[in-house]
């Protein structure tokens, strides 16, 4: 029961955030509608790409990018929501959180899963405007995408919760963001596909391939057109055990550098 | 229960099973994509370089433009096998079939010449001088005229179908390819590749009463070649493809403005709607593909590989099971 309450408590607190910070949510809405109409207005593609699956038939590059940018609303919120701990950590109220008499893990899993749901409720924003904008998926799209944004999203928020174990000041966070938010993001296949990639460099390629964020998008993908990619779940939910171990381990009093002195 | 069972199954088939018939001219092949699965189900060789095609009112015979070949070819459907071949004139592209289900009306690219050839007795009826490269041919629903358009010379040659003359030459825009009567027979529709745009006729004295143009934004307008076209069986849509744009124009049939551009694959040529007009296939030369078109909501649903080069489009019904 009591675990029942520190999840609500902490979802409540992330929804109190989410509610009180509207620039917040209108950031995160305005970063991939600025790539969907700027950025993609530049790749149309007016002639229409190449057929790769799970495209039944030719596109244009708006329509490419969409689970694209749905992993950079994971990605940047997964981030976010982490960054907060480290505030948390600063102002003290980490303190009062982690003093709870309940499982570590459950304390981060909680926090892991209010921020997912924060960002699934922004993705489901942004499909909203980008079908008012005329690009319109599959109905059954809209439901299967569910489940693959919550495991996308925990995998993004477990690795945002190991980086932020590691960190002790905001300042050193943000230069984390530069060196994992970027290739990560660039790294991947939300805005190219990888045999384009391939074309470059296949070597390039095959980073994009070992990048979790790739087979978080191609899960998102899929789903948003009522298909399951096995694979790319099997690599997302690896990484969501790998970073969520190392998360664990980065916040255990005993091991973690929470007792390290500064 | 299992009669239960056995309605849904009958509810579940679909009413209007279909085949779609497509010419590859690269292959010298006709690929057959089943209308339900949305899959290629057979392919049979034909002649060199086929292009037009037609089925018999029936549907018991399958007429092939084997221009390379010089010949008209009649397939049988339920076999793939070729019956004979039609006298032709020299590199047939493009006919039309005469609403009496016998006479075909053939423009020979190289000749400058309509044949009208009769499918039963295998004789050419007559040959009629039109200008050069004739291409589209269209005979109206009364079967009371043909057009053939030329090329080169830019223009729709009207044919009196019971003397074989010529009775009026129309200018269109620059290289016309095809040609439609409407179904009620009243205009006529000449779209012209190099112009980039599609001519209306009022058939009754063969005056021009409208134009349609295409814009695609993105697309060089060099690139917007209107070629072949259907109509939806109410009358108020006109599906343009529009050649190496990759897309299919929606054009509304009173005000003769485009409505929306449907992205298919490269080289748009051809197309042929479903046994029920709510799927459109779509013959992408370059890319080698068939694209279908939800005519509904005017979206494509999937491109399906067929042989190279695919040009030509015709449906059969097929029993429903």
Not at chain 1, 30 to 41: D, E, I, K, N, Y
Not at chain 1, 66 to 84: A, V, Y
Not at chain 1, 110 to 128: D, E, H, M, N, R
Request: aromatic share 10%; glycine share 6%.
């Amino acid at each position: 029961m009591t675990w029942l309450v520190a999840l609500s408590a902490i979802l409540h607190r992330e929804a109190l955030r989410f509610v009180g910070q509207r620039s917040r949510f209108v950031a995160a809405l305005v970063r991939p509608l600025v790539w969907l109409f700027v950025f993609a207005a530049g790749f149309r593609a007016a002639l229409g790409l190449s057929i790769t699956p799970p495209y039944q038939t030719y596109i244009t590059y708006e329509i490419y990018i969409i689970p694209g940018l749905c992993g950079m609303i994971l990605l940047f919120n997964g981030m976010q929501s982490s960054l907060s701990l480290v505030y948390d950590r600063e102002m003290g109220s980490m303190r009062l959180l982690l003093t709870a008499p309940l499982p570590r893990w459950w304390l981060l899993f909680s926090k892991l899963l209010a921020g997912t749901l924060v960002s699934i409720l922004q993705c489901a924003a942004f499909l909203a405007v980008a079908a008012v904008w005329g690009i319109r998926l599959p109905l059954v799209g809209y439901l299967v995408v569910i489940p693959a944004l919550l495991l996308s999203g925990l995998m993004l928020g477990a690795l945002g919760l190991m980086l932020s174990s590691f960190i002790r000041q905001l300042e050193n966070f943000a230069g984390v963001m530069n060196f994992v938010i970027f290739p990560m993001f660039f790294l991947s296949s939300a805005l190219y596909p990888l045999w384009r990639m391939a074309e470059a460099s296949p070597r390039l390629r095959d980073l994009c391939t070992l990048n979790p964020f790739t087979h978080a998008v191609e899960l998102i993908r899929f789903a948003l057109y009522g298909q399951a990619n096995l694979m790319a779940a099997l690599w997302v939910t690896v990484a969501l055990a790998v970073f969520s171990a190392a998360a664990l381990r980065g916040y255990d009093p005993a091991r973690g550098v929470q007792n390290r002195k500064g | 229960m299992t009669r239960l069972a056995i309605l849904l199954m009958i509810l579940a088939l679909p009413a209007h099973a279909g085949e779609i018939w497509i010419t590859n001219e690269k292959d010298d092949t006709v690929s057959v994509i089943d209308v339900d699965t949305l899959e290629v189900v057979r392919t049979y060789p034909t002649g060199e370089r086929p292009r037009g095609v037609i089925f018999s009112k029936d549907f018991s015979r399958l007429y092939i433009c084997a221009s390379d070949s010089n010949t008209v070819q009649v397939m049988d459907p339920e076999t793939g096998k070729i019956l004979h071949d039609l006298p032709s004139g020299e590199d047939p592209e493009q006919f039309a079939l005469h609403p009496d289900d016998r006479h075909l009306f053939i423009a020979n690219e190289d000749d400058a010449v309509t044949t009208v050839v009769d499918t039963q007795t295998r004789q050419v009826v007559a040959q009629i001088n039109v200008g050069i490269e004739p291409e589209g041919m269209a005979v109206s629903p009364d079967g009371k005229i043909a057009i053939t358009t030329s090329e080169t010379t830019n223009m729709a040659h009207w044919i009196d179908t019971a003397t074989y003359t010529l009775f009026a030459n129309t200018l269109v825009d620059s290289r016309p390819r095809h040609a439609e009567f409407t179904a009620d027979g009243a205009k006529l529709w000449v779209s012209s590749e190099i112009g980039g745009t599609i001519t209306v006729f009022n058939v009754a004295d063969q005056t021009e009463v409208g134009k349609v143009r295409f814009e695609i934004t993105g697309v060089s307008s060099d690139l917007v070649q209107p070629v072949g076209f259907k109509f939806n069986p109410e009358g108020t849509k006109a599906f343009v493809a529009l050649g190496p744009s990759n897309h299919v124009a929606v054009v509304n049939m009173t005000t003769y403005e485009v409505e929306t551009y449907i992205l298919v694959g490269r080289r748009v040529w051809h197309m042929a709607f479903s046994p029920d007009n709510s799927q459109l296939f779509t013959t992408n030369g370059v890319s080698g593909d068939v694209t279908v078109i939800d005519v509904a909501s005017e979206t494509p649903v999937k491109s399906i590989k067929v042989g190279r080069f695919p040009w030509g489009a015709a449906m059969r019904p097929t029993k429903s099971q």
